[in-house]
């Protein structure tokens, strides 16, 4: 934790594991109300990225970055958001290389060529530049095929024609989803905070509904791509899906509503898989030869794979999949070599 010379605001970067690979995880530009809640979500997140890349199997550990905006509107502005962006880029650069940063909340790909200014440890860079720019596609593409996986286990088939699907959140990577499945012949009802969405929703003929609505309706898919910890004891009472998968992070409001989806007879995808296409497609990046989308993108549909493995250990276990995803990641992470020293 450092506060930047050129801005004078917090930089922290967390690093939780390098056991299967230096540590990877975004760069999160936000407003907190003080510093232990800025150092504690990069705690947090740093864990979860840890656990995202072991259970997709990747060369890498988990770490997180946080750049603590002194208020809401500072961000947006050039100069500031400039020195910022340097100042965590020399934060970075300390820690030698045992944490890659990539763009997260409140950043962009352009904010990483910026960073890219103070340190080389940056991925998710323009293609101009090498990289492989905005990873909400790869994304999506990972929830939509596991949107197919759980289809596939709740009706027989992993076709999303005639399927309703509700989405709630159509931002970078919500919008991307609900056009993937729109295109695959579902039929979507969708919501967002943002009114201006209403027009994408009119673009795919879906039905515009409240966000609580969302949560509630009677159709095969509910698939949360907003804000964390919507799936608390008393909204999962509500929920009408039988399968809930999306983009969110930190869907659960606490690990013990994994069981209570389980004895509702809901699947839960667990976010961590899912959402993971971003990350795998990053990694491609970081592999000798350089950055190739069509491996990138053969990596991300294997989101599939490891998906209908964890329904059938939690099966075979008699565990919910939350329990199953993570005896694999902990499996993968002891397998792993315990020689971090050679990237601290």
């Not at 939780?16 to 997140?45: E, F, M």
């Not at 024609?161 to 979507?188: H, M, P, Y």
């Not at 989101?303 to 199953?324: E, H, M, Y």
Request: charged share 20%.
């Amino acid at each position: 934790m450092r506060r930047g010379r050129r801005s004078g605001c917090f930089t922290i970067v967390a690093v939780h594991s390098t056991a299967r690979g230096p540590a990877l995880g975004g760069c999160r530009l936000w407003h907190y109300a003080d510093s232990r809640a800025a150092v504690r979500d990069a705690l947090r997140l740093s864990q979860a990225m840890t656990f995202k890349s072991a259970v997709a199997g990747l060369p890498l550990g988990g770490g997180k970055g946080v750049i603590m905006a002194p208020d809401p509107t500072v961000a947006g502005e050039r100069d500031w958001r400039t020195d910022a962006l340097r100042d965590f880029g020399d934060t970075v650069e300390l820690l030698g290389g045992s944490y890659v940063t990539a763009e997260d909340v409140g950043t962009s790909s352009r904010d990483m060529e910026t960073i890219s200014l103070s340190t080389p440890h940056v991925t998710g860079l323009s293609r101009r530049l090498g990289g492989s720019g905005d990873p909400s596609p790869w994304t999506a593409l990972g929830v939509q095929t596991g949107i197919e996986v759980c289809c596939e286990r709740v009706f027989g088939t992993p076709s999303l024609a005639g399927r309703t699907i509700a989405i709630s959140g159509l931002g970078n990577v919500g919008g991307r989803v609900a056009s993937a499945c729109a295109e695959a012949g579902a039929t979507l009802l969708v919501s967002d905070i943002d009114a201006r969405k209403r027009a994408l929703a009119e673009s795919l003929n879906a039905r515009w509904v409240e966000p609580h609505e969302a949560l509630s309706a009677p159709v095969d898919v509910f698939a949360p791509c907003a804000l964390g910890g919507l799936l608390d004891h008393e909204s999962v009472l509500r929920l009408a899906a039988p399968i809930v998968a999306g983009a969110a992070n930190n869907q659960l409001a606490g690990d013990e509503i994994a069981s209570l989806l389980v004895q509702r007879g809901i699947l839960w995808a667990p976010d961590f898989v899912v959402n993971a296409g971003g990350i795998i497609n990053i990694s491609v990046e970081l592999e000798e030869g350089g950055y190739d989308p069509r491996r990138a993108g053969e990596l991300v549909r294997g989101i599939g794979v490891t998906l209908q493995r964890i329904f059938d250990d939690a099966q075979a276990r008699a565990v919910s999949p939350l329990d199953a995803a993570m005896l694999l990641a902990r499996a993968r992470l002891a397998e792993a070599d315990s020689g971090d020293e050679e990237w601290i």
